[in-house]
Structure formats: structure tokens, C-alpha cells
């Protein structure tokens, strides 16, 4: 594919322009143009990056690449609705929010939010969203991952790039950042910069990502990861709290409480930054964390499974289909929670100790499934 670019503007003959025309040689200065040569035609290619510095002419070749204009991710959004109900509206619920999750963006109570009311990052993976849900066969991105923080747009990156190549569909992105390509690992590179075409074999591998997993307070819970929770509940009895740091910074994070009268462990507070959602790094954590409890690390030595009960959608696929879990309930709605607190007052009460709140479980009408650690 060849894709000759030329632009003219009007040659304004002000005083001023007359001045800078003398100063800097710049006669030609309303006539711009470019060829590009992309070897691109009869392969088979999910995704391009056209990458390189600010007026180099990325966008000028997306608008070329294909017959379709450069699609907006930030425009068409009904600010007067949830970005869940704006996201393919005809389409299944657990459609959109495995696209939601699948591009980092997990972070349920966000889902409930119009769109302008979003952070810049939120704005852009909802975008990314709605346009793995509406799956073009060609589509050009404009500015993809140049509006927000770089570690989010290295992981958003990944986490895109992940879920696009499941489905069908050519997406060329436009960038003038450089650190996403080992995150993003593009079929093919376009650098405007270097004039230069390279294709996915000549790329490094995507960066490891090192998770150290610490034992903290709970107030950890409550001052990092609580506002991103999506439950509003009172802290587990006697539990230990986990936190996952990567490059000094905390990622995730889990509690772990006894439940001795099934010899299980209960996880739960599973929570992973939004910054860091959409590649995999809460499973792995949550299975690295009942692990070390199967091998008679937890409290009290017990060499016992973990149990780990969750509504979210994209959470219970991805268990389910792991080896190192085995579903063992589901549950349309929530159990009475006054039936629960009885239960938890009679167990006080067997046990001669007093209640210091008279709280419970249940009450609600999530769906919730349950799962058990078996490891392997």
C-alpha cells in the first residue's frame, strides 16, 4: 500500500510571515508532503501502529489507510445514562462487561457513571469498550494511550491488545508514544520518525512484571483499596490481609479469614487497581495467596483449601475455567442476612465470647458464585 499525503494551505503574505519567511527560509512552508510505503495489503494482521512525534504525519496516513474516517472514542456517549446501558445497548450484559473488564476497566462502580463525569483514563478504556463490543472490520485510532498516565496506557495497552485478537477486525492505532509497543506487540510498526516498516518478529517481548506479595494491616484495606471495592461491608473476623507491590507500587490486595469449621479458609476484598486491571495480575495473585495457605502458611498452620465467593461476571469465568479451581455453588440471590446474624450470635454464644457487633452477611440480590482452591 503506497499512500502519497499532500497538503497545501493559503501562502499569507503579512508583514509578519513576510518577516519569518526571511528569517528562517521558509518559502515553502504552505506546501507539505509525504509518501509512505506499508506493506500491509494481502496479510493477515489484527493490529498497526503508526507511531512518531507530534506533526510527523500519523494522522494524515490513518485517514488514508482505510475508506472509514478515524473513529472517536469519546464521542456518541449519552451523558445522561451509565456507561453500562451506553455500551451496545441491544446487546447481551455479559458481553459489555467482559469488554469493560477485558480492557482494564473492572472497577465496577465506574460502570454506574455517566461518561463525562469519568476520569481521562476511564474515558479512554470505556471508549476502547464500546469499540471491542461494536468490532468494526477496519477502524483507525487516533491518539490511542496519549491522553493519560503511561502506566496506564502501557497496561490498558496489553489489556486491549488481549482482547481484540480474540475476535475478528483490522484496528490500526495512532501514537506518538513509543512505550506502548512492547506492551501493545502490534503485527506491524509504522515509525513516521525513521521512515521506517517493521513487523511483529523484529519486536522485544512484552516486559515481565514482577508481583512481591506482602502481609499488611487492615487499615491498608480501608486508606488504598476500599473506595474500589464493590461492596460496602464490615472487615472479616480474623482475617490477614495481603497486598501485591509491583515496582514499589500497590496493585492488589486480599483478605483471608479462618473459616475452621468447614477446614477451609474464606478469601475476599479482592481488589486490583484500575491502572493495573485487564491482564490477568488479580487472578494470579489470588491463586499465588490461597496457594500459600494450601501449603500451611496461614494462620494457624492449617494446611487447608481456600473458598472464594464472587458476583463478578469476568472474575467467575475466569475461575471456572482455571485448574486450579473447582465451582462449587452458585446462587441466584443473596441469603437473609438476618438469618445469618442469628447464626453468628449462636456461635458467639457456643463459644462463651462476646459479639462486638451484630452485623451479618446477605440481604442483598447479587448473584453470587463460590469457588474452592484445590491448586495443582
Given amino acids: 500500500m503506497k499512500i502519497e499525503i499532500k497538503h497545501r494551505c493559503n501562502d499569507f503574505d503579512s508583514y509578519r510571515s513576510a518577516r519569518v519567511k526571511s528569517l528562517f527560509n521558509a518559502e515553502n512552508a504552505y506546501n507539505w508532503e509525504k509518501v509512505v510505503d506499508l506493506p500491509i495489503e494481502g496479510k493477515d494482521w489484527k493490529i498497526g501502529l503508526v507511531v512518531g512525534a507530534s506533526g510527523s504525519g500519523k494522522t494524515s496516513i490513518g ?40 480492557v482494564g476497566l473492572g472497577d465496577v ?51 486491549f ?10 484496528v ?25 516498516f517493521y513487523e511483529r518478529d523484529c519486536l522485544r517481548q512484552r516486559p515481565e512484571l514482577t508481583l512481591q506479595i506482602y502481609k499488611v494491616r487492615g487499615t491498608v484495606f480501608s486508606r488504598l483499596f476500599k473506595r474500589h471495592y464493590y461492596l460496602d461491608l464490615p ?49 494470579k495473585f489470588l491463586a499465588a495467596v490461597c496457594e500459600y495457605h494450601l501449603q500451611g502458611n496461614g494462620r494457624c498452620g492449617h494446611k487447608f483449601h481456600t473458598f472464594f465467593h464472587t458476583s463478578h461476571p469476568q472474575l467467575c469465568g475466569a475461575l471456572r475455567h482455571s485448574k486450579r479451581w473447582v465451582q462449587t455453588a452458585a446462587s441466584l440471590y443473596g441469603d437473609s442476612k438476618k438469618r445469618c446474624s442469628d447464626s453468628i450470635a449462636r ?29 495443582g
Fill in 347 to 375: 456461635s458467639y454464644k457456643k463459644q462463651g465470647k462476646k459479639r462486638s457487633s451484630a452485623g451479618g452477611y446477605g440481604g442483598h440480590f447479587r448473584a453470587v458464585q463460590a469457588f474452592k482452591y484445590i491448586g
Fill in 63 to 102: 485517514n488514508r489507510i482505510f475508506s472509514e474516517p478515524i473513529h472517536d472514542l469519546y464521542a456518541g456517549w449519552d451523558n445522561s445514562k451509565p456507561i453500562v446501558d451506553c455500551i451496545a445497548p441491544n446487546g447481551d450484559f455479559n458481553t459489555v462487561t467482559g469488554a469493560l473488564s477485558a
Fill in 109 to 159: 462502580p465506574a460502570w454506574l457513571r455517566p461518561f463525562n463525569v469519568l476520569s481521562n483514563g476511564e474515558k479512554f478504556r470505556a471508549g476502547l469498550a464500546r469499540l471491542v463490543c461494536e468490532r468494526p472490520e477496519r477502524v483507525v485510532i487516533d491518539e490511542f494511550t496519549s491522553v493519560i498516565d503511561r502506566q496506564i496506557a502501557k497496561v490498558g495497552a496489553a489489556a
Fill in 172 to 196: 490500526v492505532l495512532l501514537s506518538c508514544h513509543f512505550d506502548i509497543i512492547e506492551w501493545l506487540q502490534p503485527d506491524w510498526v509504522y515509525n513516521t520518525d525513521e521512515a521506517r
Fill in 161 to 170: 491488545a488481549k482482547t481484540w485478537r480474540k475476535g475478528s477486525g483490522q
Fill in 235 to 283: 472487615l472479616p473476623v480474623a482475617a490477614e490481609y495481603f497486598v501485591g507491590i509491583i515496582d514499589g507500587e500497590p496493585v492488589c490486595h486480599v483478605a483471608v479469614a479462618p473459616l475452621f469449621t468447614a477446614n477451609a479458609y474464606r478469601a475476599t476484598r479482592l481488589v486490583v487497581m484500575p491502572e493495573w486491571q485487564g491482564i490477568g495480575v488479580g487472578t
